[in-house]
Every structure is written in C-alpha cells, then in structure tokens.
C-alpha cells in the first residue's frame, strides 16, 4: 500500500511531522529498508535517510544490519496508552475471573480505523494456541469480537462484509458460503441476542463466543469474548457460553456507566 504525502499548508514542522508518522507507519507495516520505506511513503531518499536516523536516536525505532523495526519508545508508549485506556482497566479483573471459570482463551478489543484491534488476552489452558495478540488486528466481519464491534450498525453491516472479504475465495470455513444477505441475516439475528459468533470464518479450527460492552451513553466501546479450538467448543458449549460471555460484557458495562432498559431481556446479566 502506497501512502504518498501531499502537500500541506499547516503549521510549521507540519510537513516533517507527517513524513516521520508515515515513516514509522511504513515500517510498522513490514517495510524494514530504506528502499521499500521511500517506495510506500513517497518521501526521498536522503529525506527519509534523515528522519530514519532521528526516529532511531529518539528510540522510537531501532536499526539492526540496516533492517528497521519499531523500537523501545512505541512499547513504552503503547503500554501507557493501553494501561490510560479506562476499558482496558475497568475489564481487567472481569476477564480474569471469566478465563478461570471457562479455561479457554478470553479476549478484550475495541474497533480502531475500521478493523479489530486487541487491547487483552489471556490464553486458555487446553488447545492449540491462537494467532491473536495484543496490538494486533483482524477484520471486523470474520471474527465474533468484531461483529459485536458492528452489533449495532446495521448500515455497515453490507459493505463491511464485502469489503473484507477476499477477492475470489473465502478466508475459512463459513465465510465461503455466506453472501452479503445471509451475512445481514446472521448479524440481525445476533443483535436480537446481543451474542455474536465465530464459526472458524477467521481461523481455521477456532470458534468463538462475543458480545459488546457499553459505554453509561449506550454506545459500543469495546466487545470481549471467549475462544477455543473446535473439540472444546461444539455447538452445545457454544450455546451454554453465550449466558457467560453477556454477563462478563455486562459487568464491564456497568463498570462504565451503562445501564440497560429494564425491558430488554437480551441482556439479562443477573
């Protein structure tokens, strides 16, 4: 992906400003030389040479035999930013006691440039080991956790799903067979529940539980789940989950400010 600057008449340092950002941007997306860093971002080469050296004195990325990675300044940015994040505090005692109570492995994200980012995980103590991380991103339509994230956007739920969806094939099991309808379907009858599923749509062999957590507005500010391998999750575990995952959403719901219509019994977390 090409990230080309265009010129920007704002404040001084502006400009230098956002070749920096697109320039860690570019290496946090994969490009580790100089040549592929100025290729992605557009920005010449004794340009980027130069901020390239900044960033690495500044620790925001380190060099190794030419190769650029991100460096300690991100990490330590990153972690305050997670620990500043009131969801990620708030929901931390809640996961821990859903993890020891179901064994498998627990999940917290938030929906960030449209895309599933995680802020937690705690991995289970039986099965194979997932792909997910902190820090890491899946699309929305193909996991339980984002499609709690558009629970309630019905108006994106189409596009979202086409836009994900790789071209010519699926990317697992089920997402070969559902259309834009049936996708609409499935999301209409897990905003009647409040749960979501994942039916190994993301990852082969893994099937998740999900539900959203709210803000005191209402608003969806983040979603949690359970997941595990196929031969701990058959479709009768699956449906005794569902009670778990809304009351742990619940709590962290609470914890925020929301509470819900008393006349809304899809969310019953007593």
């Known amino acids: 992906m090409i990230t080309h600057l265009h010129p920007d008449p704002g404040p001084p340092g502006t400009q230098t400003l956002a070749r920096g950002i697109a320039i860690v941007s570019a290496v946090a997306r994969g490009q580790r030389r100089l040549r592929g860093i100025v290729e992605e971002t557009g920005i010449g080469r004794s340009t980027t040479h130069r901020l390239l050296q900044l960033l690495v004195t500044a620790g925001y990325l ?17 972690y305050q930013a997670l620990q500043e994040n009131p969801v990620t505090t708030v929901a931390a005692p809640v996961l821990r006691e859903l993890a020891e109570r179901v064994h498998d492995t627990v999940h917290l994200a938030i929906e960030d440039r449209g895309q599933v980012l995680y802020l937690e995980k705690i991995p289970g103590t039986r099965g194979a080991e997932m792909r997910s991380r902190i820090g890491h991103r899946m699309p929305m339509t193909r996991t339980g956790i984002g499609k709690a994230l558009l629970i309630d956007s019905p108006d994106r739920w189409r596009a979202k799903f086409a836009s994900e969806r790789p071209v010519g094939a699926g990317n697992g099991i089920h997402h070969d067979v559902l259309t834009p309808d049936t996708f609409v379907a499935v999301m209409k009858q897990a905003a009647a529940t409040g749960v979501t599923l994942d039916l190994e749509e993301n990852e082969p062999g893994i099937v998740c539980v999900a539900a ?20 701990y999750m058959p479709p009768e575990r699956l ?8 009351r742990a959403a619940g709590k962290v719901s609470s914890e925020l400010g929301y509470r819900p219509d008393p006349d809304d019994h899809s969310t019953d977390w007593t």
């Open 62 to 78: 380190r060099q190794l035999d030419g190769a650029y990675s991100l460096g300690p300044a991100l990490i330590e940015l990153g």
């Open 239 to 246: 449906d005794a989950l569902r009670p778990a995952i809304l």
């Open 212 to 231: 959203p957590v709210r803000d005191a507005s209402g608003s969806i500010v983040a979603a949690v789940s359970i997941s595990a391998t196929r031969p």
